[in-house]
Each structure stands twice: as C-alpha cells, then as structure tokens.
C-alpha cells in the first residue's frame, strides 16, 4: 500500500512558476513508476508528466513539454513537478498517482487506469 500527499500548488500569475511535491509512504518507492495529471472542471483527467521506476525515462503532454519537469528523489520518497512559464489553462486540480510495474520498470505509464494509487490532489491557478 501507498499513500500520497501532494503539496505546493496555489495561486500563481502567468509566466510564473512553482513546484509541486508528493510525497508517498512505503519502502518501495523506488520501485513505482510515477504520473502527474490534471483535471480542470467539466473535463476529463489527464496525463501531464510520467517517470519510469527505473532508468529515468520521461514522458510530457505536448502543451508542457518545455515547460515542465518531472523528477524524483528515492531517499526522500518524493516526486517533484516544476512547473514554468505558466498559461492560465494550466488551471487545474494536480493529482501524483503510483504504479508498481509487472514486467517493465523501463517505461511510462501515460492511462490513468494503469496507477494503483492517487494523492488527493492539489490546486493550481494561474491567473492572466
């Protein structure tokens, strides 16, 4: 079992920054592949960034890509997501989700139905 809590959203102008944090109990955490989405109201949950269990292998949506970065610190069980040069339809509810590969520990994960486990989410609005 894990449980996640992310942290570090809020309220931010556009062209603005911030990162956000989640961190997950266990100690196994070097061993999940990690997933940030997005959600805003009345549309449907979807992948901004993942991160393979192993190998560092990355994967953005197209509408951040140069603009965010995903990482991860095993000693601390954290994964980060910086998030740069904000647009105001980054707005959006931030959820870190966990998934504990079967096979391939070299890959990302972009369906949601392929994480286990889900943060509660955190706010994030960028205003224009």
């Known amino acids: 079992q894990v449980q996640l809590v992310e942290s570090g959203g809020g309220l931010v102008q556009a062209g603005g920054s911030l990162r956000l944090s989640c961190a997950a109990s266990?100690?196994?955490?070097?061993?999940?592949?990690m997933g940030w989405f997005r959600q805003a109201p009345g549309k449907e949950r979807e992948i901004v960034a993942a991160?393979?269990?192993?190998?560092?292998?990355?994967y953005y949506a197209d509408s951040v890509k140069g603009r965010f970065t995903i990482s991860r610190d095993n000693a601390k069980n954290t994964v980060y997501l910086q998030m740069t040069s904000l647009k105001p339809e980054d707005t959006a509810v931030y959820y870190c989700?966990?998934?504990?590969?079967?096979?391939?520990?070299?890959?990302?994960?972009?369906?949601?139905?392929?994480?286990?486990?889900w943060g509660q989410g955190t706010q994030v609005t960028v205003s224009s």
């Open positions: 989700a966990a998934d504990r590969p079967e096979l391939d520990y070299y890959r990302t994960y972009k369906n949601p139905s392929e994480y286990d486990y």
């Open positions: 266990g100690r196994t955490f070097s061993s999940y592949a």
């Open positions: 991160l393979s269990a192993r190998g560092g292998i990355t």
